[in-house]
């Protein structure tokens, strides 16, 4: 059996390596909030405008989850569940959000969904429009989003052991009851990674969003109008408020995943098929 030899000198050389990558990612973030004081972040706390683009944000990045949720997990369990032609190219088609420059993103909706676009003008005379609305900046972040969950859903189907799904449909439960009972709570966690990655590639986008729909302002636009304004004072009190609200989010959403999972999908499921 092998084991880890942690005195090895190749161990301590890739440390260091990953020590230079989290001094990267750290140090920025780590400027950015010992930059403000008390003072500026209450000021910029007290702003109305401030707390409603963070307010907008979060709703709109939510939002986009449960559309991710509605939309993307099924074509995450075809995916990883049937093989048919042109499967790459649906593969393909999927991840070039991930590929494509958000601006690029935003101009491709922009023709779309704008007011004289394929689609913005007649679902206009119906009431429906995305440009300069809510339902302007959930599409963009929707957009952006939606690919991280199918690629993470889908590694949480595949992960799903077959056996268990042909166990249940023997024991005579049909392809609803085994996707709902069984299989859907097996890949319970690629499923939540998916829609994880999907809200927070949603609540910090930016570029896509800023060209469907400036207003209302989102937090990410409110602070960049923040810095063109006045500069970076206000901006960076901006910033550590809408990451320490996002930060406490999550904090919290983790918290009570932890609490609501004592006991794994695999033992409840094969309880059930016992």
């Known amino acids: 059996m092998l084991q880890r030899d942690t005195r090895s000198p190749m161990f301590w050389v ?21 930059h403000p004081t008390l003072d500026d972040l209450r000021q910029v706390a007290g702003m109305a405008d401030v707390r409603s683009a963070i307010g907008l944000s979060l709703a709109a990045a939510f939002a986009s989850t449960v559309l991710a949720a509605l939309f993307a997990v099924p074509l995450a369990y075809v995916l990883a569940r049937q093989q048919f032609r042109g499967k790459s190219v649906v593969e393909a088609l999927v991840d070039l959000p991930l590929t494509m420059p958000h601006t690029i993103a935003g101009i491709a909706l922009l023709l779309v969904f704008s007011r004289n676009g394929w689609l913005g003008a007649p679902l206009a005379h119906i ?27 889908r590694g949480g189907f595949e992960a799903v052991d077959l ?23 097996l890949a319970r966690q690629g499923i939540g990674t998916g829609l994880t990655l999907c809200f927070a590639r949603a609540i910090g986008e930016f570029a896509a969003v800023v060209l469907l729909a400036y207003y209302p302002m989102t937090a990410p636009i409110r602070i960049y109008d923040l810095f063109l304004q006045s500069g970076l004072r206000q901006s960076v009190a901006a910033s550590v408020l809408f990451l320490l609200v996002v930060m406490a989010l999550f904090w919290g959403l983790r918290l009570l995943a932890a609490a609501r999972a004592p006991q794994s999908a695999l033992d409840r499921q094969k309880a059930w098929l016992h």
């Open 127 to 153: 009431g429906l429009e995305f440009w300069g609305t809510f339902a302007g900046i959930v599409l963009a972040m929707s957009y952006v989003g939606l690919p991280y969950a199918v690629n993470a859903a």
């Open 14 to 34: 890739f440390w260091l390596i990953g020590a230079t990558l989290l001094a990267f990612i750290a140090l920025p973030l780590l400027a950015l909030l010992l």
């Open 163 to 185: 056996q268990i799904e042909r166990a249940a449909r023997i024991q005579g439960a049909g392809p609803w009851e085994v996707f709902r009972r069984v299989t859907l709570p």
